[in-house]
């Protein structure tokens, strides 16, 4: 079986599913296509992409290059704005070449999924999409509004009707959460019948707790390094340091939880306009983005994950190697914090020193951590979560049956 997976962007040494799924889809046996454009990252974020700046493993390709990578063919496609988004030159050209049998975009609208279902008739392939945007980052799933304001008129113009288009087209929409379900049902036009909620997975080969006394020497040296106390608990954030994330607020907890007597520190992972405020606070460590590989050893060396305000695929990795989980209450996608992680009033300092007061509790940490660790290795893995999408994909062939499902 043959994939061609399309996307804006491939960003390099992250743990996205943009990365994860050809990867594991390649040692499944599947011969996996990956066509991206010859854009720079987070080119509809100048603030995100100035966050990622400094990130040396996010380099941008050129139109032409191909190269092998991690099992599977890499492809770089050259793009044009139009109506303001970018679209794929010669996309036609590319998978006339390619020949596959599934196609999958990671976006259920905008115009890779449009020139995928217009092109799906006369290049014979089966078309799947995706749907990865949350509630929190979508403003018209948080309120009530009337078709005839402004606002949903444009939606409906410029993503229900296109996207109801490509949802005809569609074999399957794979939503990351219930949420992004919602927003992809109500907002961007695709059937609910297409829709199958399918968590992002975990890379459960390199993440996972501290098991052996290798993970704990290294445990023990990467806390020397980060100059963490053997007694002291150690909170970990990893993503944009931006307001829309506001990691700050974490910063600012535990520098008043320290200034009552508790014995806790914070480390963050990344970069972003609050970096320098973080960086001021004596108990904050504020260190750089790592490729994603190296994430474990910073996890393992941390007791507890808090990511205050949007969700992050991060939660999972945290969890994978152990850690408890502190959210927001406004988290709709509570299947990844179910027995593993705890929820403070969002933006309430007050409330999130509460909570993570209960988490300097060593039995508290482990039962939490532990029921993470065992629900990421059973559940969200990536390994039986593309071992589903194959089945999915065989389906669609007529190859073989999907597999029962739970």
Not at 107 to 131: E, N, P, Q, R
Not at 174 to 189: E, K, L, N, P, Q
Not at 363 to 372: N, V
């Amino acid at each position: 079986m043959r994939v061609a997976l399309l996307s804006y962007w491939f960003p390099r040494g992250m743990g996205y599913i943009v990365n994860m799924l050809p990867r594991y889809l390649a040692r499944q046996g599947v011969e996996v296509h990956y066509l991206t454009m010859d854009m720079p990252h987070y080119f509809f974020n100048n603030s995100q992409e100035s966050t990622y700046a400094n990130f040396e493993h996010l380099t941008t390709m050129s139109p032409g290059q191909e190269e092998s990578y991690e099992g599977f063919r890499l492809h770089c496609v050259k793009h044009r704005q139009v109506a303001g988004h970018p679209r794929f030159i010669g996309l036609r050209e590319k998978l006339a070449a390619i020949r596959p049998d599934v196609v999958q975009s990671f976006l259920s609208i905008g115009w890779v999924a449009l020139d995928a279902a217009v092109l799906k008739a006369s290049l014979g392939y089966k078309l799947f999409t995706a749907a990865h945007t949350t509630a929190s980052v979508f403003p018209l799933a948080n309120r009530d509004s009337r078709w005839t304001e402004p606002a949903r008129m444009r939606n409906l113009l410029s993503r229900w009707i296109p996207g109801r288009f490509v949802s005809t087209r569609t074999e399957k929409c794979y939503a990351a959460t219930s949420d992004c379900a919602d927003v992809a049902i109500r907002f961007f036009g695709v059937q609910p019948q297409k829709v199958d909620v399918a968590p992002l997975g975990v890379d459960t080969d390199s993440l996972s707790p501290v098991s052996t006394r290798d993970h704990e020497e290294k445990r023990i040296a990467m806390r020397g390094r980060l100059g963490v106390q053997p007694d002291e608990i150690l909170f970990i954030y990893t993503g944009q340091f931006t307001a829309a994330k506001n990691p700050l607020l974490l910063a600012r907890a535990v520098e008043s939880m320290r200034s009552h007597g508790a014995k806790v520190k914070a480390l963050f992972l990344g970069d972003g306009e609050q970096r320098a405020a973080i960086a001021a606070r004596p108990s904050s460590v504020a260190l750089p983005f790592v490729p994603h590989r190296e994430l474990v050893d910073y996890y393992r060396a941390a007791e507890v994950g808090v990511w205050p305000t949007q969700e992050s695929t991060s939660m999972l990795d945290a969890a994978a190697c152990g850690l408890p989980i502190v959210v927001n209450d406004t988290l709709r996608a509570v299947e990844r914090i179910d027995g593993n992680g705890l929820t403070y009033q969002l933006n309430d300092q007050a409330s999130l020193e509460r909570v993570l007061s209960t988490l300097l509790d060593s039995a508290a940490r482990k039962r939490l951590g532990d029921a993470g660790a065992h629900r990421m290795a059973e559940q969200f893995s990536w390994h039986a979560l593309v071992q589903r999408r194959v089945a999915d994909y065989r389906e669609a062939l007529g190859i073989e049956p999907a597999e029962t499902r739970r």
